[in-house]
């Protein structure tokens, strides 16, 4: 499976963005996928999961009511709709694939990741 994650930029605080992640492959909707963000200093941050089996998703925390994770199996893409942004979203934001990951929140349990696209959030 290979990941090209889109739409990342400049946007002021309180606007939305959405993150697009293409991917290859003719299993996609078997794949759980997920989006993590990554600051300096940081490790990976867990953002949100998507099972489309299940018809589960998941969300951190810090972004929940916020941020909404889509997709669509027929365009093998997922989305990262942003909304409500702060400062503290600013990040590179990775697209990150799997089978079945144990913990779906755990970064080092996906196989397959994307390059990563910036999101600078600002006044």
């Known amino acids: 499976v290979q990941l090209q994650a889109s739409g990342g930029g400049l946007v002021q605080i309180g606007g939305s963005l959405r993150l697009s992640c293409a991917a290859s492959?003719?299993?996609?909707?078997?794949?759980?996928m997920a989006w993590f963000r990554r600051t300096p200093g940081k490790d990976r941050e867990f953002v949100a999961a998507?099972?489309?089996?299940?018809?589960?998703?998941y969300y951190a925390d810090p972004v929940k009511g916020r941020f909404i994770i889509s997709r669509d199996n027929a365009g093998n893409t997922v989305y990262l709709q942003m909304n409500s942004l702060k400062s503290e979203d600013t990040a590179v934001y990775y697209c990150?694939?799997?089978?079945?990951?144990?913990?779906?929140?755990?970064?080092?349990?996906?196989?397959?990741w994307g390059q990563g696209t910036l999101v600078t959030v600002s006044s």
């Open positions: 998507d099972n489309y089996i299940r018809n589960n998703t």
């Open positions: 990150a694939a799997d089978m079945s990951p144990a913990w779906v929140r755990k970064s080092s349990l996906y196989k397959y």
């Open positions: 492959g003719r299993t996609f909707s078997e794949y759980f």
